[in-house]
């Protein structure tokens, strides 16, 4: 079994860098995927009210396999959940569902600006934390404009802002602002949502070092100090993605990758005009 690395984020929690994400993984398929992930190696787990799936998750993690301070939990604030008094609920139903006292990261989804409720939903994350029902928060899809509104109105940085993140979309200056307040970059549809594994480059590459694409893009994601949250419900490929801590890329490898990004690379939708 993998041990995966661990980077420690603004409140001292240590967070592994590689987790098995949910995003789209059906209810029926869910417990014996993270199941699976479980005896993988993983140790991060990604889930949100949004994905449906929170109650298997919580059967899977109930079995007992792991420990339960061995496992790092994330659940995310949905947008039509937003504001103070709706995020305490929000997230007493997402407890119940994954049958957990506490979870070890809690994110709000979405800034979904129209809503004008982001602010007031990170006011009751810190009262979460405060109660200790939540050992760290942070935010997904946050610009920096997002990011600098609730650091001012409430004097907290969250640990966390997980994004869309892939070589052909890096957010370069979204990540310099991060590592300049000290907030760790997570990256969803770390693989491109498989876009990127036939491009030559990463084939190439793959090649040279007998190793799949999809290892090599989240090679790049750990040699970059991301975490990276891959989601497949395939047995070989949730062992196979976490099979990339016995090789590393050479600078040349690194530059090549590097060179894919595109302001035009967004797969996902854009967070300051997505309409939900």
């Known amino acids: 079994m993998i041990s995966?690395?661990?980077?420690?984020?603004?409140?001292?929690?240590?967070?592994?860098?590689?987790?098995?994400?949910?995003?789209?993984?059906?209810?029926?398929?869910?417990?014996?995927s993270v199941k699976t992930a479980l005896a993988a190696g993983y140790r991060l787990i990604d889930t949100a009210k949004i994905y449906e799936n929170e109650e298997p998750v919580g059967r899977a993690l109930a079995c007992g396999t792991v420990a339960r301070e061995d496992i790092f939990l994330?659940?995310?604030?949905?947008?039509?959940?937003?504001?103070?008094?709706?995020?305490?609920?929000?997230?007493?139903?997402?407890?119940?569902?994954?049958?957990?006292?506490?979870?070890?990261?809690?994110?709000?989804?979405?800034?979904?600006?129209?809503?004008?409720?982001?602010?007031?939903?990170w006011k009751a994350l810190q009262r979460l934390k405060a109660d200790g029902r939540v050992k760290s928060i942070g935010v997904s899809n946050f610009g920096i404009d997002h990011l600098q509104r609730i650091i001012d109105e409430s004097g907290e940085v969250p640990s966390v802002n997980q994004i869309e993140l892939h070589p052909r979309f890096a957010q370069r200056?979204?990540?310099?602002?991060?590592?300049?307040?000290?907030?760790?970059?997570?990256?969803?549809?770390p693989i491109g949502q498989g876009?990127?594994?036939?491009?030559?480059?990463?084939?190439?590459?793959?090649?040279?070092?007998?190793?799949?694409?999809?290892?090599?893009i989240l090679r790049w994601h750990m040699e970059h100090g991301l975490v990276a949250i891959p989601k497949s419900v395939h047995p070989q490929r949730i062992a196979d993605n976490i099979e990339i801590f016995n090789f590393s890329l050479d600078a040349g490898d690194m530059a090549a990758l590097d060179a894919m990004d595109s302001p035009?690379?967004?797969i996902g939708p854009n967070p300051y005009t997505a309409a939900f």
């Open 4 to 32: 995966t690395p661990r980077l420690t984020l603004n409140v001292g929690l240590h967070m592994p860098q590689l987790g098995y994400g949910l995003w789209r993984v059906a209810d029926d398929v869910a417990e014996a």
């Open 173 to 189: 200056e979204l990540r310099a602002f991060h590592a300049k307040q000290g907030i760790v970059t997570e990256s969803w549809s």
């Open 264 to 266: 035009e690379g967004r």
């Open 74 to 121: 994330t659940t995310k604030l949905w947008n039509t959940d937003q504001g103070f008094d709706e995020t305490l609920r929000a997230f007493d139903a997402s407890a119940a569902r994954l049958g957990v006292a506490y979870v070890d990261l809690y994110l709000i989804h979405w800034p979904a600006p129209s809503r004008d409720q982001y602010a007031a939903s």
């Open 195 to 216: 876009k990127l594994l036939d491009e030559p480059a990463i084939v190439a590459i793959a090649g040279k070092l007998g190793k799949s694409p999809a290892q090599i």
